[in-house]
């Protein structure tokens, strides 16, 4: 771009040709390219590096509440049943600890790029306090560890095993969920916590079987190789190695300085740059966090949602690239007094002026031109999510690093010894894939099991023209069942998905609760309340349709098939802070509007007193 890249000069024309121009050339590429089925010999990308599944008797029980999902969904559900009164709560999951994401992703120096002390859960709760104001993998993995210990949700946990189907017994009224470790559990309630990055994505490139070099996904990292540790980033063992790493995502901004500070060679192959604003990481000072009042997490974890749903606040409790970003973009001074068109063009202005800081960013560190100009990303601000680095531009300095820019196109294909890209062969001793996980893209469900509710009726047929709730938690034909909210899923989105899921899983085990308090067994939500929640998500939608449309492809914009996305699947358009009001109102009523109750607990026997018979499969 030429002239002014910034401020009032800018040409706004110049600059719209230039994101569209970025954009359809990203577009051509993919066309086709998708992700890849990991089965057959690419299931190994999925094997746990750190832990060995051991060897266990299949389960045949019952419980009260099973969770799918032990990472933070899990165990905040878990932690907020507990506190309700409910104690055979089962975790099952897939890794071998609690975690989730954070059990997977332990790359060198992953961290959280969302403040520790908002996205860390229950601080006041268990009484720690993190050391770093963005905390590093390993103390938030410790942390949900210290969660599972404090709540007791170690006590009925299943690790290293995986739900493969879950189904309404109406004879029993209790879910039957077996799993591929020949576990048939019976459980009265059932909660879906899988999150958003629970399915490696490993993309779709010529020959990716064929490569018979040392390779691993991010989220499997193998130390053995490298050498290292979580808590050690000197890759020691790759100091006489060639590294490839496919990807630029938020993942590789972190992980990229260590490899090149401790590879031979490292080649980053982008076919999209990634937005790297300012982090100024540093430590906490724990004895001021200390002698803050009583219900600090929560204010300030409302303090970030707020702003971040943009609405106005007396005081920015965070005050970093999150919070500044977020307020430019929808709190500004500059909008007042401005609406309709002349709203969104100044709300465009800005958000150009943030991409040129960007960009400028890229100028001031990088000191060979030509990789600072292909660093330098070209798309609307949240077109893609942005990252926060201090020392990721830096890398590409160093000498060993090259970063091979794809023009959009991707890597071309895999050989035995090598990827090819830009038709240059890249022969490579290691090939890590940053590639990320498997998104909601189309708005199909990616459980990975079946639910089949009342009358047969299996979740993805109900689902496959576009999700039904309320509030996105519940469904009707799936009695005491919750999902916890995804993606565009009819509840709320922001960047700190935990203080999200905190709200949901307060309002689940509220559900529960009251379920037994009214000395039932049974809620099912009625058909019309799941109506009006559509309704209301329809009416309340915010039209994001152009932006996404005009966005470089990514997971926002459904990698640029915006019209895959079903009207309905998509959040709340009042805002969390608006959404999570109407989730207070509703529990306050009492009356628990759009659920009905069967099954008074005295027709049951007492859950231990099953009969074998029960846990038929
Ligand atoms: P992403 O999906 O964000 O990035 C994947 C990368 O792989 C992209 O750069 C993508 O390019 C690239 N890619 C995919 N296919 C190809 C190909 N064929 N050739 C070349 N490049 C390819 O994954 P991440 O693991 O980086 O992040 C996933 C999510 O994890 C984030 O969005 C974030 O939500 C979360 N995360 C959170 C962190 C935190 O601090 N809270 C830290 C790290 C991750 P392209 O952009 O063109 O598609």
């Known amino acids: ?107 060198p120096e992953a961290k959280c790029d969302v403040e520790s002390l908002c996205y860390m859960p229950l601080l006041e709760e268990t009484g720690y306090i993190p050391t770093m104001r963005y905390a590093a993998a390993p103390e938030i993995f410790a942390h949900a560890q210290r969660i599972a210990r404090h709540f007791g949700l170690y006590d009925h946990a299943l690790f290293h095993t995986t739900v493969t189907d879950v189904a309404w017994d109406a004879s029993l009224d209790r879910w039957r969920v077996q799993t591929d470790r020949g576990d048939n559990i019976l459980a009265q309630f059932v909660v879906v916590g899988i999150g958003p990055m629970n399915a490696v994505k490993l993309p779709d490139i010529p020959g990716i079987e064929s490569f018979k070099g040392k390779s691993f996904h991010t989220s499997r990292w193998d130390y053995g190789f490298t050498g290292g540790a979580p808590d050690n980033p000197d890759l020691d063992k790759l100091r006489d190695k060639v590294v490839g790493f496919i990807g630029t995502g938020a993942t590789a901004l972190q992980c990229v300085a260590p490899l090149g500070r401790s590879a031979k060679k490292l080649y980053v192959f982008q076919r999209t740059p990634s937005t790297v604003g300012v982090r100024g990481n540093g430590p906490i000072n724990a004895e001021t966090v200390r002698n803050l009042e009583p219900g600090w997490q929560k204010r300030r974890q409302e303090n970030f949602t707020a702003i971040w749903a943009g609405q106005p606040v007396d005081e920015d409790l965070v005050q970093d690239g999150w919070t500044y970003v977020c307020r430019e973009l929808h709190c500004s001074t500059r909008y007042q007094g401005l609406s309709g068109q002349a709203l969104a063009l100044e709300k465009e202005r800005v958000d150009f002026d943030l991409m040129a800081e960007v960009r400028k960013r890229v100028d001031e560190i990088v000191k060979d031109k030509d990789t600072a100009e292909k660093l330098k990303p070209y798309y609307n601000y949240f077109c893609k999510r942005p990252g926060w680095h201090d020392e990721y531009l830096d890398t590409f300095n160093l000498p060993n690093v090259e970063l091979v820019d794809t023009k959009g196109e991707g890597v071309e294909r895999l050989e035995e010894d090598s990827v090819v890209a830009n038709g240059r062969k890249y022969p490579l001793d290691c090939l890590i894939f940053g590639t990320g996980f498997v998104t909601e893209t189309t708005g199909k469900l990616r459980l990975g099991f079946n639910v089949t509710g009342r009358d047969g009726v299996a979740l993805s047929e109900k689902w496959k023209d576009g999700m039904t709730t309320l509030h996105g938690l519940t469904v009707s034909k799936f009695p005491n069942f919750f999902i916890i909210p995804g993606v565009n899923s009819q509840a709320v989105v922001t960047v700190n998905v935990v203080h999200m899921t905190q709200e949901y899983a307060r309002h689940i085990a509220h559900i529960a609760r009251s379920v037994r308090d009214r000395g039932m067994q049974v809620f099912d939500l009625k058909q019309e309340a799941e109506a009006d929640w559509v309704r209301t998500i329809l009416e309340k939608r915010v039209d994001d349709a152009a932006f996404l449309e005009a966005c470089t492809p990514g997971r926002n914009n459904y990698e640029g098939n915006v019209k895959a996305r079903p009207k309905q699947n998509a959040v709340y358009g009042g805002g ?42």
């Open 576 to 617: 969390a802070i608006e959404y999570f009001a109407i989730l207070k109102r509703w529990r306050d009523s009492g009356e628990l509007p759009g659920l009905e109750f069967s099954s008074a607990l005295s027709a049951h026997d007492a859950p231990i007193e099953r009969k074998a018979s029960h846990y038929r499969g």
């Open 1 to 107: 771009m030429s002239g002014d890249e910034s401020g009032p000069g800018i040409d706004l024309d110049e600059a719209r040709r230039k994101y569209r121009a970025e954009r359809d050339k990203r577009l051509k590429a993919s066309k086709g390219r998708g992700d890849i089925a990991l089965d057959g010999p690419l299931k190994r990308y999925l094997n746990d590096p750190f832990q060995k599944p051991e060897p266990r008797e299949p389960v045949a029980d019952e419980v009260e509440v099973l969770c799918i999902g032990a990472g933070f969904a899990g165990l905040l559900v878990g932690a907020s049943l507990k506190q309700q009164g409910f104690n055979r709560v089962r975790l099952v999951d897939t890794a071998g600890d609690v975690g989730g994401v954070w059990y997977w992703n332990r790359y």
